[in-house]
């Protein structure tokens, strides 16, 4: 059971454009959302998180939006750059559970 | 360099044989987690240790994987008689172990593969 679903496997964007990548979880006990990045041949590395008491959250060109009545979350890239193409993971965790449980992941290409 | 480090990188090994990894977390961290990602998927959570105690196994993680974490320090993960489906990278992160707001940081990983 794929608590935690990105159904979009990849994305192209211009450079300087926005990226969004989105994520969904089906688990309402989640409280917790993070997103990772990821390079080939490396491990996951954090990007930013979101507590369930916020909608919103930003760091330089991220930000996360949760909608928790959809159970939905999205990160924003503005600019784009192509240093950020990898993979994203949407992450989540929370209400007992004490392992951050993982999408698939996204594999976002920047095009120059 | 102070972040997670996994050894070795990059395993070969024969159908049948045993390997071992090993995983030094961030010091001060007191959670270690190991997780395996098969191509195309996400981290998939096998176990984890807060402490030196060993809290949660998922069920898939069969009786020939195995996982320690002597002292709360470095833990290794073993796996023995390896079948070519133990073929992934396998991945540590280690926490601070605030439950809630849990902040992984994860290790370059070990890819295993099993011929």
């Known amino acids: 059971d794929q608590q935690v679903k990105q159904n979009s496997p990849s994305l192209s964007v211009q450079e300087g454009r926005i990226s969004i990548l989105n994520c969904d979880y089906t688990n309402s006990m989640f409280d917790y959302f993070l997103w990772y990045k990821k390079y080939p041949a490396e491990g996951p590395t954090f990007l930013i998180s979101?507590?369930?008491?916020?909608d919103k959250n930003e760091d330089g060109r991220f930000t996360v939006f949760l909608n928790k009545s959809a159970k939905h979350l999205s990160l924003h890239i503005v600019p784009s750059q192509p240093g950020d193409s990898a993979v994203y993971f949407c992450a989540a965790n929370g209400g007992g559970y004490q392992k951050v449980t993982f999408g698939t992941g996204t594999k976002l290409q920047v095009i120059p | 360099d102070t972040g997670v480090s996994q050894d070795p990188r990059h395993k070969i090994t024969k159908r049948g044989q045993n390997v071992t990894f090993r995983c030094d977390p961030i010091?001060?961290?007191?959670?270690l987690y190991w997780y395996r990602q098969t191509l195309g998927q996400g981290p998939e959570f096998l176990t984890y240790f807060q402490n030196e105690a060993q809290l949660e196994k998922s069920r898939l993680l069969s009786d020939r994987f195995s996982a320690e974490r002597p002292k709360g320090s470095f833990s290794t993960l073993e796996i023995q008689r390896t079948e070519q489906g133990d073929s992934a990278m396998y991945l540590c992160?280690?926490?601070?172990?605030?439950?809630?707001?849990?902040?992984?940081?994860f290790g370059s990983g070990t890819q295993l593969s099993v011929l």
């Open positions: 010091s001060e961290h007191n959670r």
């Open positions: 992160a280690s926490s601070l172990g605030q439950g809630i707001n849990e902040k992984l940081f």
């Open positions: 979101i507590s369930s008491i916020k």
